[in-house]
């Protein structure tokens, strides 16, 4: 009785191998819809795709290898486009090389003459490179290939020789057109001004503003009560900014003159009037007096008078007297 109980179980176990086989050939039917054959013209293959076979990793793209000539071609179309971010160095190199074209192109279109045996007036990069050796131009193996792509802004793979006269031109009005549509798009962003902070209560303050072109005024400042006297210790001489405003005059002629009345006024002449009274708010520009560079300023002669707070002190109301004749 054990012997058939044990034959029945490995019929039992064949049955469902052999289900097992039938359940994965059915699952392999269900995996595997669509045509039986697969076009062996198109990536695309049933057969062949890795995901199917092994179930593991995706297909890559194989990279297409450079060779040794393309390699040094890419490197060198970087180092050119890292010479163009500097604005200031490409645009000498472009003035120095259109004056050197400008002369040495009678001897150059002979030399590419040569070199050009179909008579086309053009010769391919490489050939220009040799020439430009032969003629022993004054650069590198990167200015050289800048140079050529210059000349080259197609990158047609040829440069047009009989065009040497007009040297780089077109290369300057290029980037001349560059740098003006770079202006054009720039587009105006308000923005609130920050100003920075007081580092004892926090607050914010204001800062004078810095001229970028500032004018200098040589200024020959003269207290109007001791005019006469020279050698006064009142009279200033002070090379201010055109943009100094009459207010800034005044505190620098305390600081100068320790005078400590607030009633400082800036005149014209000596007259005092009202009309020779210069606003304090106004700059020395604003009235009328510009400046000029720092080593040619502009000459000028104010003078200045002050009232003071007191007056009933003999002592503070002294200068009133000097200069004045007196009557016996």
């Given at each position: ?118 008579g086309e007036g053009a010769v391919t990069h490489d050939e220009f490179k ?165 080593n040619d300023p502009e000459e000028l002669l104010l003078y200045y008078d ?23």
């Open positions: 009785m054990p012997k058939k109980g044990s034959k029945k179980g490995t019929k039992k176990k064949k049955k469902t191998g052999a289900a097992g086989h039938k359940s994965a050939a059915s699952d392999g039917e269900d995996k595997f819809e669509g045509p039986a054959t697969a076009d062996p013209s198109t990536l695309m293959s049933r057969v062949q795709t890795p995901t199917e076979k092994g179930g593991k990793g995706k297909k890559k793209g194989k990279k297409v290898k450079l060779s040794k000539s393309e390699k040094v071609h890419e490197k060198l179309e970087k180092a050119i486009a890292k010479l163009k971010e500097n604005e200031e160095y490409y645009d000498s190199f472009v003035d120095r090389m259109h004056r050197w074209l400008v002369e040495q192109a009678p001897a150059a279109i002979e030399l590419f003459k040569m070199m050009d045996v179909g040799s020439g430009l050796f032969d003629l022993q131009v004054p650069l590198t193996s990167i200015e050289t290939h800048l140079l050529t792509r210059l000349l080259d802004p197609d990158d047609t793979g040829e440069v047009d020789y009989t065009v040497l006269k007009q040297g780089l031109q077109l290369a300057r009005e290029t980037f001349d057109l560059e740098k003006d549509s770079e202006f054009e798009a720039i587009t105006l962003i308000i923005t609130r001004r920050k100003f920075p902070p007081c580092p004892c209560c926090k607050m914010s303050r204001l800062e004078p503003t810095i001229e970028s072109i500032p004018r200098y005024i040589a200024l020959e400042l003269r207290m109007v009560t001791f005019d006469n006297f020279k050698d006064y210790p009142g009279h200033l001489d002070l090379l201010v900014h055109a943009h100094l405003p009459v207010c800034g005059l005044i505190q620098m002629v305390i600081e100068e003159t320790h005078i400590t009345s607030s009633k400082i006024s800036i005149f014209r002449d000596k007259s005092r009037s009202r009309d020779s009274l210069l606003p304090p708010k106004n700059t020395l520009c604003e009235c009328g007096f510009f400046g000029d560079s720092r002050y009232s003071v707070e007191f007056t009933d002190c003999p002592i503070l109301l002294c200068d009133h007297y000097f200069g004045q004749k007196v009557q016996v």
